[in-house]
């Protein structure tokens, strides 16, 4: 454990926060969190606990994620992480962070952070949760730090004393390298309806390892968990096992409309993106440009119907927050106050939003000129 030494305690203007209901964080604002504990869950994950900084609770779904931002070697740097913790613990707000070889902002992190310091974040945003799942059995899958949607859900279900019916089952390298291993076991021993299942590649150090002890399968599966066809299914991991998983299902008769995956690898959807986008340099030979206005500042500029709206705005020199560039964060989210978008996003906007008029420009393209509330 590299430090523990602020404990939480609900500041006296948080407390009246409480009374008056947790307060909402947009996906769309900045605010800044101090972190209050650090510590250690694997030889390569690390867990960091943060407050904001007025103390005032988060409120947010199991399963959604902050863009937090630091500035790295002088460059600003973005990135998604899940909040670990439950909502039914809102003071608190902890990232589970896997440490990437070569990876800028994970080993910022793990070398860099500590109780005390300040980290600047966007509020939570995605629809990777199992709240709106209704009441049935559920089939929770994860690989890696995959885990941490599928923990922050956990962990509310046994807060909030649910009893769901839940196999979780996670799947690692080595039982050494099983993130929440312990406090998974102590969830489980709470809550009867939660069932465990550790399925790792091999035991590593652990010679008396005797759990499954290779990847999981579709055998393993129908052995382990008979009825996995009627339960509802959310997966979270690298993209093979991911696929791996989708494929098991699919093979072992789950309906694919009871599925439901998070994906971690913004690389996975940038492919898609730059195929799309191949095919919308072709479409710009045919493209219409229309006008944008700004109705705070009066700027305005062209966009073509072919490219986003962030790349139109970034071009003519207006700044405007962003991360993923692939519709899935939630930063860029601006109303549209007149005209016509087409948005193509990956989860990170709302459909209640999307009636109030927001857009999110990294993954929304002109179809008529366009005031925005910018
Ligand atoms: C919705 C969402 C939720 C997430 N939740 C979590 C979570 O709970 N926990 C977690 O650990 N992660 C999570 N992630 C992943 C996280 O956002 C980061 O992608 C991850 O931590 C790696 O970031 P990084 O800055 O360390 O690595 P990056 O700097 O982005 O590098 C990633 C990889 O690319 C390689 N690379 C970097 N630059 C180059 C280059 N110029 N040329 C070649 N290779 C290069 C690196 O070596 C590394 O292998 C989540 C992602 C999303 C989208």
């Known amino acids: 454990m590299l430090s523990t030494n602020v404990m939480l ?3 006296e203007s948080s407390a009246s926060m409480w009374e008056q209901g947790v307060g ?4 769309n604002e900045v605010r800044w969190l101090t972190c209050c504990r650090v510590f250690d869950e694997t030889h390569d994950v690390k867990t960091f606990a943060f407050r904001t ?57 793990h070398e860099r952070m500590r109780s005390g310091m300040r ?30 949607p599928l923990m922050s859900m956990t962990r509310a279900s046994v807060d909030l004393g649910l009893n769901r019916d839940i196999v979780f089952v996670h799947s690692a390298r080595t039982p050494a390298d099983i993130v929440f291993r312990d406090e998974l076991r102590r969830l ?3 809550a ?6 550790f399925v790792c590649e091999g035991h590593g150090d652990e010679h008396g390892w005797t759990g499954e002890a290779r990847r999981l399968t579709l055998p393993m599966l129908m052995r382990q968990v008979p009825d996995f066809a009627t339960r509802e299914a959310f997966t979270c991991g690298p993209a093979g096992y991911r696929h791996a998983v989708r494929e098991a299902l699919r093979e072992g008769g789950h309906d694919p409309a009871r599925y439901h995956e998070e994906s971690f690898d913004l690389s996975t959807m940038a492919t898609a993106a730059a195929e ?3 095919v919308e340099v072709k479409a710009a030979e045919h493209a219409s440009t229309f006008n944008v206005r700004l109705s705070k500042s009066g700027k305005t500029f062209p966009v073509q119907s072919a490219e986003t709206l962030l790349a139109a705005a970034r071009r003519a020199g207006v700044a405007i927050a962003s991360s993923c560039s692939q519709g899935v964060c939630g930063t860029c989210k601006i109303r549209v106050l007149e005209g016509d978008v087409a948005m193509k996003h990956n989860g990170g906007i709302r459909e209640r939003e999307v009636q109030k008029g927001f857009r999110l420009l990294c993954c929304s393209r002109a179809q008529s000129d366009l005031v925005l509330d910018l």
């Not at 409120?59 to 899940?82: H, K, M, N, W």
């Not at 003071?91 to 440490?99: E, H, P, Q, S």
């Open 192 to 197: 009867p309806g939660l069932r465990l299942l």
């Open 24 to 27: 909402d964080w947009a996906s």
């Open 119 to 148: 980290l600047r974040a966007h509020g939570p945003a995605g629809a990777f949760t199992s709240t709106r799942a209704g009441a049935g059995k559920l089939l929770y899958l994860s690989a890696g730090s995959g885990i941490t």
């Open 53 to 109: 900084a007025d103390g005032s609770p988060v409120r947010f779904e199991p399963g959604q994620f902050l863009t937090v931002s630091a500035d790295i070697d002088g460059q600003q740097v973005q990135r998604c992480y899940t909040i670990a913790s439950p909502p039914t613990r809102p003071y608190l707000v902890a990232i589970t962070v896997k440490r990437v070889p070569g990876g800028v902002m994970s080993n910022w992190l």
């Open 276 to 278: 799309s986008k191949t």
């Open 188 to 190: 489980a021993a709470l």
């Open 9 to 11: 305690e609900p500041t």
